[in-house]
């Protein structure tokens, strides 16, 4: 089965290629960086790290762009509220939003594009829609007319055909049901950051932000582009609108969209001040591992609700999997190869293969390599798994890892490496050899503050991370 995904713009699953050679061109819509983002935004993010994770282990390069929203309405109240210049006050939260996509393990796109750096693109992208018919200007400012784009509405399947009455909209935040002529470039207002250009002094709007900077790295036509499920109307029906336009051809071949992640039943937001930052579910004691696992565990295009206790499973199953880990490393085995568990390993690739596959089916996915930990604890209790099984099994977990990346434990500071831990236990060994048991103990004890686990098992001392 080859590669799919659900295309929004189609509502249909297609088979996935690239357009030219090996490579996907991909945009991906970035934070607004005006204050922290919450795990809810993170749900969308790690459903792009798990994209190009799986498009890379299918063999494709990647060309992946993401914006960082710099400049905008809330950006410039807060920054003013607290008397800092919009540079000033965005670095601090562009900085904090890479921290946490780090922990959480987020691998960087190739081009990470903030909008006040691409201005002259942007400016560029609006005099080709005027030079076109496709603007007007009011009040210093200058609007994209809808009804220039007869297509407007594909991609949210909507038909605004009788709604397109001239109306028009500046502000970053929409009615999300209504159709209107949209802002290209904002006027100048007191006080507020501004850029000069041939059709005046302002700022972009947020839209022409992301069309100007994926033709600018990607081309006329992406083979993907991807956000959160609110950004389907308007933001990528005007991006749409806006790059068409100019280009006369498709921007995007495939658009994905994430569903929200939400709380006691409703969207977690910013507004509703219903979220948590991944700063406090660390604070509560929670690894970003875990919380990565609980947002990766659901498939993207399916609601995901977020609950303490899935975040406590979603620690359990990290720990299931790390606790056969050690015991591959840790059992001495009798030596040979059990072909039937040759095959269960075999099996479990190609499930899991399958399963993601099929439109990034992580649940399924995740099923396969539990059910065949499950298989293989049973093989090892009964004696019947094999020296030579151990690397196959290896290799599960490393495929498995590829994608979801969880199984190392994260390093705070004043930790333990792995050689510091094994020292210890030479340590220790040493000691008991000696019949210094008060001294051993003093030294299990002491890991154990650290949060390691020593077990003393016929083969010698296992340990594991709390
Ligand atoms: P923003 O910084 O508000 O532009 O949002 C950044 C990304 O997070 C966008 O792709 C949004 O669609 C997405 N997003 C916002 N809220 C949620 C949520 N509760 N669950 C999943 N994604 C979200
Ligand atoms: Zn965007």
């Known amino acids: 089965m080859a590669l799919r995904f659900y295309n929004t713009l189609t509502q249909e699953l297609e088979d996935f290629h690239p357009l030219v050679d090996n490579t996907v061109r991909m945009y991906t819509c970035g934070p607004t960086v005006y204050n922290f983002v919450h795990i809810g935004n993170f749900r969308t993010f790690t459903f792009q790290d798990i994209l190009r994770r799986w498009l890379s282990y299918r063999g494709y390069e990647l060309n992946h762009v993401m914006n960082v929203t ?8 807060n920054a003013d509220k607290e008397r800092k210049s919009i540079e000033d006050y965005t670095a601090l939260y562009t900085k904090a939003f890479f921290e946490d996509a780090a922990a959480l393990r987020l691998q960087q796109p190739e081009h990470v594009s903030k909008a006040t750096e691409h201005i002259p693109m942007m400016v560029k992208a609006i005099e080709e829609l005027t030079a076109k018919g496709c603007t007007y200007t009011s009040e210093g400012s200058t609007y994209f007319r809808i009804g220039s784009f007869p297509p407007y509405g594909k991609l949210s399947h909507n038909d605004f055909s009788g709604m397109r009455t001239g109306a028009r909209v500046d502000v970053d935040e929409y009615d999300k049901a209504d159709a209107r002529d949209f802002v290209l470039w904002k006027a100048r207002k007191e006080n507020e950051p501004a850029w000069d250009t041939p059709f005046g002094e302002g700022r972009p709007g947020w839209h022409i932000e992301c069309s100007a900077m994926a033709m600018h790295y990607l081309g006329d036509t992406l083979d993907i582009h991807a956000g959160g499920i609110d950004l389907v109307f308007p933001h990528h029906e005007n991006e749409i609108a806006q790059s068409e336009s100019i ?26 001040g219903n979220f948590y930052t991944l700063r406090d579910l660390l604070d509560l004691g929670y690894q970003p591992e875990t919380i990565r696992y609980l947002l990766a565990s659901v498939p993207h295009r399916k609601k995901l609700n977020f609950t303490f ?40 690739i190609r499930q899991f293969e399958e399963s993601m596959d099929d439109d990034l089916n992580t649940a399924e996915a995740l099923a396969a390599v539990f059910e065949y930990v499950r298989a293989m604890n049973t093989a090892l209790d009964d004696n019947l798994y094999l020296e030579e099984n151990r690397w196959e099994s290896a290799r599960v977990l490393e495929v498995f890892d590829s994608v979801f990346d969880v199984l190392k434990p994260t390093q705070s500071g004043g930790e333990l490496n792995d050689s510091d831990i094994e020292a210890k236990i030479e340590e220790r060994n040493q000691a008991r050899k000696a019949r210094d048991f008060k001294g051993a103990d003093a030294i299990r004890a002491a890991l154990m503050e650290k949060g390691i686990v020593l077990e003393d098992t016929k083969d010698g001392v296992r340990w594991k991370r709390k």
């Open 247 to 272: 280009t006369r051809k498709p921007f995007s071949r495939f658009w994905l969209h994430s569903e929200h992640l939400h709380i006691e039943s409703q969207k977690m937001s910013k507004s509703l």
């Open 309 to 348: 206790e899935g975040l406590k499973a979603a620690a359990k199953s990290i720990e299931r999997l790390r606790d056969f880990e050690l015991r591959l490393a840790s059992s001495k085995l009798s030596p040979g190869r059990n072909e039937e568990l040759t095959e269960r390993s075999e099996a479990a």
């Open 70 to 77: 710099d400049v905008d309405d809330k950006i410039i109240i």
